[in-house]
Structure formats: structure tokens, C-alpha cells
């Protein structure tokens, strides 16, 4: 225990790390709350109420840090405040925009104003463009403001994460990362218990749940196998079991595909890295991986007639459904055929970004289609038809090569030799970027909402590491080819 209290003193000390002079942050919030109580004594209390908001605002700009970690944190959190029909904005884009700003002032007084440049900036703004290409030949201009925005704004937080990962360190960030959606994931399985397991829980991070979970589980995963420490092993093997029991909570099946998909693959590299790199622990260690998953399975059986019998009956309908398409499955099969066709009709910019909600106005024969009306106003549920769909070659092409880079980096980091810590961050990278390639083909959203911000993160993140296999003069890591 004392060294699991190191640990975290350490950690939160990485935290909590203000550029600014602490006296002038001190004096200049005294003068703030100074102004608001003048307000308030000459009757103006509206406006003195929103200096303690300034003074917050104030704060979190000067510490960066802290309002990076609130952003991570903030992801958890699915709270939309409605502006326009189309327009919403979120916790998590309000944080953005303070950390951009303590970004930009942190740069503005700097003297060292170096921007590092990471594999990923050019497919980013090659997709940037080629998002507003297809927004010139939108069938409606008005659709596609929003989502543009929204590409801009993640391609801002991949550099953010880029930036505070290489100063906090990849690996706090992934544990950090993994503690958010470990506590998202105990409060999912209270309300499930409480519910009586008669509803599907996804709390208080709605949807995005499922993103945030199968990217956990797969760090956790790599990192429980790579750890050198008991009590971290028995913490992140808790944290599966715990996410893993919050994903049958929600009676999701896409996580739960991307977790079967993404074990054995995160098996198979983790033995090939271990092997490369004559390490026994985490060949030991692989073997008590499947511990987690062996509780959970004797969970789900024993309570699979009162909690999880909801569950089961999706997953059998969902095992069913691939001879006899019907419910989601049989709306998955409506919304592909249609982004298809829409794609083989606007073969080159698509239709807009951000237009294939209203699709049925270009199409008004879909109306008619049966199931068609509960699919209204959604995504094609497959980001690469749907990219097609509403971008055509040129934003599915770029969209791509974003993904290819990822990959390809992500291989580098991995047949990189690193010291023993990190090689747990460079197979847990590498397996999510591969996750990621492979869910773009199933899943709804990975360049909007928090599974925008969420791919933001990877990206950042594996783009900090990759950055660091040229950046150690001391002891530069080399390739394990």
C-alpha cells in the first residue's frame, strides 16, 4: 500500500503543474474576486456572479494540465446544451477550447516556441480539405458547417494530447485514461443493479460508453501484461472485469464484438514482443489475462436468468440475425444499402459531409422502405460507406490515409525497443490502432462526439511515443528488426 501511495502522490504531482508565476496567478484572482464583490455591493449581483466563473476560466487557462485531465475526464460526461437544431455543445468542447487557450497563451510565453511536427499532421489537413470540398458541392451547405468545425477541432485536440502526453508521459495518460472509465463503469453496474438489470445502462457517458470501454479494456489489458508491479496487475485486471460487466450492462453488442476481436490480437503481439525482447514476466502474465474474463463469464451465468437475461436475448438475436436479418442488424443492412447507393450516385465529393441525415431528401423513395423511419436523421452506421457516402473518393481516401498512418506508426512503436514500462503503451497503441481500423467498418462515430475526441487521444497519443523513438539521445531506443 505504501507503494501504490507513492505511486499516486507521484502521479498527481505530474497533474498539477501551472505555467505561469504562482504570484501572478494569485494576484490577479484577488483582483477578480476584488471586482465582484464591488459588483455585488453597488447591486449588481448578475454580473458578479460570473466573475467566479471567470476566475475558474482564469485558472484553468494558467494550468494547462489540470484543465487536460478535466478534458479527459470530461469525455465520461454526455451533457449536450442544445443551441441550434443541428448545433450542440458539450463539456468536453467547452474544456477544449479553455486547454487550446492555455495552449496558445502557454506558447505566447515561451521562450522555446518549437511546433514538433508528428505523421499525422498532413492526413489531418488533407482531410480538412477534402471535408471542405465536399461541403462546396453539399446538396445542403447548411448541414455540413457543423461537422467541419467538428474535424478542425479534433485534429486541434491530436495536438494537445500530442503536446501533454510528451510532457506528463503516454503511460499516465493511458492509466489515467483507463481510472475515468473504470469509475464510469462502477456507476453503470450500480444503476444496472439497482434497475434490477431491467434496462440498458449506458450512464452518464450515454452511447459513447462503448467507445470509451472497448479502448480501456484493450490498454488495460496490454498494460496488466507488461506490469512489473502485483498490486497494478490485480488494479487493471479489476478494471476489466468492472468494464467488461458495464458493457453487459448496457446490452451493447458493438464493444463487445471489438473486445473479441481485439483480445487475440493483443495476445498475439504481446507474445511476439515478449519473445523479441527475451522478457518472461509478460509471457507468464499473458496467461492470467483471460482470469477477468473467466469471472465475468461465471457472473453472467449465474445471473443470467434475473440481470442479464436482456442481454442474452440481443446477443442471441444478434447470432440469429446473420441467417434472419431483423431489428438493429436488419437497420444496419438498410443504412449501408443506402450509403452505397448514395456513394455510387455522387462517386467523387458525395453528397456533403454531414448530409446523410436528411439522405431521404435526395432519395424519397427510401421513405417507403420498412424500418426506414426508425433510421432517420442517423449515420450510416459504418464510417467508411458513410464517409463515402457524404464525402465520395476524395474524403474517403484521405480519411484512409489518416487510418494508414495511424497503422503504420503504430507498427513502428511497436517494433521499437523500448524499456520494459513501455513496451506494455506500445503494444496497447498498436492493438488500438488496429481496433480502430477494424471498427471503422461497424461502428457509427469516429470523427464526431466523443469518439472523435476518443481517436483524437490514440492518435495523440501513439503520435507522442512515435515522436519519442528519435527524441532520447541518451539512450535511444532502437528497431527490433
Request: hydrophobic share 55%; with cysteine.
Amino acid at each position: 500500500m505504501t507503494e501504490l501511495a507513492r505511486s499516486l502522490k507521484t502521479n498527481l504531482g505530474e497533474i498539477y503543474s501551472p505555467r505561469a508565476p504562482q504570484y501572478v496567478i494569485w494576484i490577479t484572482i484577488v483582483l477578480m474576486a476584488a471586482v465582484a464583490i464591488g459588483l455585488y455591493s453597488l447591486g449588481r449581483a448578475k454580473y458578479a456572479l460570473l466573475m467566479p466563473v471567470a476566475i475558474a476560466v482564469f485558472w484553468l487557462i494558467c494550468s494547462p494540465r489540470v484543465t487536460f485531465f478535466l478534458f479527459i475526464a470530461a469525455l465520461g460526461i454526455y451533457m449536450p446544451q442544445r443551441i441550434t437544431s443541428t448545433f450542440a455543445i458539450h463539456a468536453f468542447d467547452v474544456l477544449m477550447l479553455i486547454l487550446f487557450m492555455g495552449m496558445a497563451t502557454d506558447f505566447l510565453l515561451r521562450r522555446r516556441t518549437e511546433i514538433r511536427s508528428t505523421p499525422f499532421d498532413w492526413p489531418f489537413v488533407i482531410l480538412i480539405v477534402a471535408t471542405l470540398v465536399s461541403a462546396v458541392f453539399a446538396h445542403d451547405p447548411r448541414y455540413s458547417v457543423v461537422p467541419m468545425i467538428r474535424i478542425v477541432v479534433i485534429y486541434l485536440a491530436f495536438r494537445a494530447v500530442f503536446k501533454f502526453a510528451l510532457e506528463i508521459g503516454v503511460r499516465r495518460v493511458l492509466l489515467f485514461y483507463i481510472a475515468m472509465v473504470s469509475v464510469l463503469a462502477l456507476y453503470n453496474i450500480g444503476l444496472f443493479i439497482i434497475l434490477g438489470g431491467q434496462a440498458r445502462i449506458f450512464g452518464l457517458a450515454s452511447l459513447g460508453f462503448e467507445t470509451l470501454a472497448m479502448i480501456a479494456v484493450t490498454m488495460a489489458l496490454a498494460l496488466m501484461i507488461w506490469s512489473e508491479r502485483r498490486w497494478e496487475k490485480a488494479l487493471l485486471a479489476s478494471a476489466c472485469l468492472a468494464i467488461g460487466l458495464a458493457i453487459f450492462a448496457s446490452q451493447s453488442r458493438a464493444p463487445l464484438v471489438a473486445i473479441i476481436i481485439s483480445v487475440p490480437v493483443l495476445v498475439l503481439l504481446a507474445r511476439t514482443k515478449a519473445k523479441r525482447e527475451n522478457a518472461r514476466q509478460p509471457l507468464k502474465t499473458i496467461k492470467s489475462i483471460f482470469v477477468p474474463f473467466v469471472l465475468l463469464a461465471a457472473i453472467f451465468v449465474m445471473f443470467q436468468s434475473d440481470f442479464f437475461a436482456g442481454a442474452l436475448g440481443r446477443y442471441q438475436s444478434f447470432v440469429e440475425s446473420f441467417s434472419d436479418p431483423k431489428g438493429t442488424v436488419a437497420l444496419r443492412l438498410i443504412q449501408w444499402s443506402t450509403a452505397w447507393t448514395t456513394f455510387l450516385d455522387h462517386s467523387v465529393t458525395g453528397i456533403g459531409i454531414g448530409n446523410f441525415r436528411i439522405v431521404h431528401d435526395i432519395y424519397p423513395d427510401i421513405r417507403t422502405v420498412p424500418l426506414y423511419y426508425k433510421v432517420k436523421g442517423m449515420s450510416a452506421h459504418n464510417v467508411v460507406l458513410h464517409y463515402l457516402a457524404e464525402t465520395g473518393l476524395i474524403g474517403s481516401l484521405a480519411l484512409l490515409s489518416l487510418v494508414w498512418a495511424g497503422l503504420r506508426s503504430g507498427q513502428r512503436i511497436y517494433r521499437t525497443k523500448w524499456t520494459y514500462s513501455n513496451c506494455g503503451t506500445a503494444v496497447a497503441l498498436y492493438t488500438c490502432m488496429i481496433l480502430i481500423a477494424v471498427t471503422f467498418l461497424y461502428m457509427r462515430a469516429w470523427t464526431w462526439g466523443q469518439g472523435g475526441y476518443v481517436m483524437a487521444v490514440l492518435f495523440g497519443l501513439t503520435a507522442a511515443l512515435h515522436h519519442q523513438i528519435g527524441d532520447n539521445p541518451d539512450q535511444p531506443p532502437r528497431s527490433i528488426e
